[in-house]
C-alpha cells in the first residue's frame, strides 16, 4: 500500500524566507513523487515531479525539492517565499509497479506567507 | 494549452435524488480519475479508469457510484441517490504515461 505524510498543517514564513513543506512517502516499490498547488476555489495545479535521474528537481515558480530515498521524503523547498505562494499544497506518490497508475495525495499544508 | 474541463461547477441536489458530473478530459491522454475533497481538506481517490473499464477503485466508491466514458471525449461520475456526506468538490484528473496528473477545475456538489 501506499501512503503520503505532510506532517505540517500549516506553515508560517515571512515574505522573502526560504520556505519548506515537508513530505514523507510509503510505497512497496520505487515511487514517482509529485507536488501541486491548490489556490481557493481553485483546481490543483502541477508544481514539480521526480520520476528518475537527479535527486533534485526544479519546478514552476521557483520551487524546487529534493527526493531522499533514505529517508523517503520529498520536501518541497523554495529560497524566498512570495505573498502570493500562500495556497494549499500538496504532496503525492504514486508505486512505479501500480498498474492502475493511482496517485495518493497528503493531507495537504496550508502555507501562509506574510509581507 | 490543452485543459481537462469539467461541468457543471456547481450542483446542488436535494437528498436521494441522482447526479452526474461530467468531464472532458485531455484528448490524447490514456488514464481517467475521479477525486473527491471534502471543505478544502484531503483529496480522496475514487476510481480510475483505463482501456474503458475500472482499473481501481476506493472503499469509497460503492455501489452507488459509477463511471462512463459514453463516447471518445467524455468522462461521466454517476452517484446515483446522493446522500448529504456526498457533498464535496469532485475533481476529474487525466493522465498520458507516467508524468503528473491533470485536473479539472472541479464540480462542487451540494446535496441538501
Known amino acids: 500500500a501506499q501512503s503520503v505524510a505532510q506532517p505540517e498543517d500549516q506553515v508560517n514564513v515571512a515574505e522573502g524566507n526560504p520556505l519548506t513543506v515537508k513530505c514523507t512517502y510509503s510505497?512497496?516499490?520505487?515511487?514517482?513523487l509529485f507536488w501541486y498547488v491548490q489556490y481557493p476555489n481553485r483546481g490543483l495545479q502541477f508544481l514539480l515531479k521526480y520520476i528518475t535521474g537527479d535527486n533534485l528537481v526544479k519546478g514552476s515558480y521557483g520551487f524546487e525539492a529534493e527526493f531522499n530515498k533514505s529517508q523517503t521524503s520529498f520536501h518541497l523547498k523554495k529560497p524566498s517565499a512570495l505573498v502570493s505562494d500562500s495556497a494549499l499544497y500538496f504532496c503525492a506518490v504514486r508505486d512505479r509497479r501500480n498498474g492502475g497508475f493511482k496517485t495518493i495525495f497528503g493531507a495537504g499544508t496550508r502555507l501562509f506567507v506574510k509581507a | 494549452e490543452p485543459e481537462v474541463t469539467q461541468t457543471p461547477s456547481h450542483q446542488v441536489t436535494q437528498m436521494g435524488q441522482e447526479v452526474i458530473l461530467r468531464c472532458v478530459p485531455i484528448s490524447n491522454h490514456l488514464y481517467f480519475y475521479w477525486y473527491r475533497q471534502i471543505l478544502g481538506q484531503k483529496v480522496e481517490f475514487l476510481v480510475s479508469?483505463?482501456?474503458?473499464?475500472?482499473?481501481?477503485k476506493s472503499e469509497i466508491f460503492d455501489d452507488q457510484f459509477s463511471v462512463e466514458r459514453p463516447d471518445g471525449s467524455n468522462f461521466t461520475l454517476k452517484i446515483r441517490s446522493t446522500k448529504l456526506e456526498d457533498s464535496a468538490m469532485y475533481f476529474c484528473?487525466?493522465?498520458?504515461?507516467?508524468?503528473?496528473?491533470?485536473f479539472g477545475e472541479g464540480s462542487r456538489l451540494t446535496v441538501l
Open positions: 479508469f483505463y482501456n474503458n473499464e475500472i482499473s481501481e
Open positions: 510505497v512497496s516499490g520505487n515511487p514517482y
Open positions: 484528473a487525466s493522465l498520458y504515461g507516467t508524468g503528473e496528473l491533470f
